[in-house]
T-cell receptor, first 110, second 115 residues
Framework: LAKTTQPISMDSYEGQEVNITCSHNNIATNDYITWYQQFPSQGPRFIIQGYKTKVTNEVASLFIPADRKSSTLSLPRVSLSDTAVYYCLVARVNTDKLIFGTGTRLQVFP | DTAVSQTPKYLVTQMGNDKSIKCEQNLGHDTMYWYKQDSKKFLKIMFSYNNKELIINETVPNRFSPKSPDKAHLNLHINSLELGDSAVYFC??????????????FGPGTRLLVL
C-alpha cells in the first residue's frame, strides 16, 4: 500500500484558508483517500473522502489531481476550534489494506 | 449514548504484567479495529474483525491477542507488557469492511503506560 507522508505541522490564523497536503506517490488504481481530524485526548473523526478530482462537504474540500499521487484537504476560513491533528488515510477497495498518513498538526492563532 | 466506548481510559502497569483493554460499539456495525498511536502520533492498524472473523492481522508481536466475542465487542489482551507498548490504543468500528470505503468511528482511546 502507498506510503503516505504529510507535513509535520502548519500554523494559520483565524479566517484564513488552510490547505494540508498528503503525499502518496505509489497510490494504486483502486485506492481511495479519506481524511480524519483528531482533537487532543479524542479519537480521530471523519472529515471527507474521495477518489479523484474534487469533493466538497459542509466542512471541507478535498482536491485530488489526475495522477492521484497527492491529495489536499482544504479548510475554508479556519477558526480556533480547527486546531487539531489531521490525517489522511489510503485504503484499497476490495482488500482490507489501509494506511494512515503521518499526521499534520494544525495550530490556528487568533 | 457513546457510539464506541473503551475501558479503561487510563492504564498504568509494570513491565511483565498482562492486561486487557475492552471495546464496545452500539452502532450496529459489522467491523471493528484496533489501532496503536505512539508518542509521535503515528496511527498504525493492528487488527480488524468482521462479524467476529479476524480479517486484518498486521505485524504485531504475538503478545497481543485480540478477541471478538460478538460483533459489538472487541477486546485486546497484552501479555508480558514491555516499555515499548506504552501508547494510546484506539478502537474503531465501521458498517462494513474497509474494502467497501467505509467511514470509521473511533473510540476515545486507552492510554497505556508501562513502567
Amino acid at each position: 500500500l502507498a506510503k503516505t507522508t504529510q507535513p509535520i505541522s502548519m500554523d494559520s490564523y483565524e479566517g484564513q484558508e488552510v490547505n494540508i497536503t498528503c503525499s502518496h506517490n505509489n497510490i494504486a488504481t483502486n485506492d481511495y483517500i479519506t481524511w480524519y481530524q483528531q482533537f487532543p485526548s479524542q479519537g480521530p473523526r471523519f472529515i471527507i473522502q474521495g477518489y479523484k478530482t474534487k469533493v466538497t462537504n459542509e466542512v471541507a474540500s478535498l482536491f485530488i489531481p489526475a495522477d492521484r499521487k497527492s491529495s489536499t484537504l482544504s479548510l475554508p476560513r479556519v477558526s480556533l476550534s480547527d486546531t487539531a491533528v489531521y490525517y489522511c488515510l489510503v485504503a484499497r477497495v476490495n482488500t482490507d489494506k489501509l494506511i494512515f498518513g503521518t499526521g499534520t498538526r494544525l495550530q490556528v492563532f487568533p | 449514548d457513546t457510539a464506541v466506548s473503551q475501558t479503561p481510559k487510563y492504564l498504568v502497569t509494570q513491565m511483565g504484567n498482562d492486561k486487557s483493554i475492552k471495546c464496545e460499539q452500539n452502532l450496529g456495525h459489522d467491523t471493528m479495529y484496533w489501532y496503536k498511536q505512539d508518542s509521535k502520533k503515528f496511527l498504525k492498524i493492528m487488527f480488524s474483525y468482521n462479524n467476529k472473523e479476524l480479517i486484518i492481522n498486521e505485524t504485531v508481536p504475538n503478545r497481543f491477542s485480540p478477541k471478538s466475542p460478538d460483533k459489538a465487542h472487541l477486546n485486546l489482551h497484552i501479555n508480558s507488557l514491555e516499555l515499548g507498548d506504552s501508547a494510546v490504543y484506539f478502537c474503531a468500528s465501521s458498517r462494513f469492511r474497509a474494502r467497501e470505503q467505509e467511514t470509521q468511528y473511533f473510540g476515545p482511546g486507552t492510554r497505556l503506560l508501562v513502567l
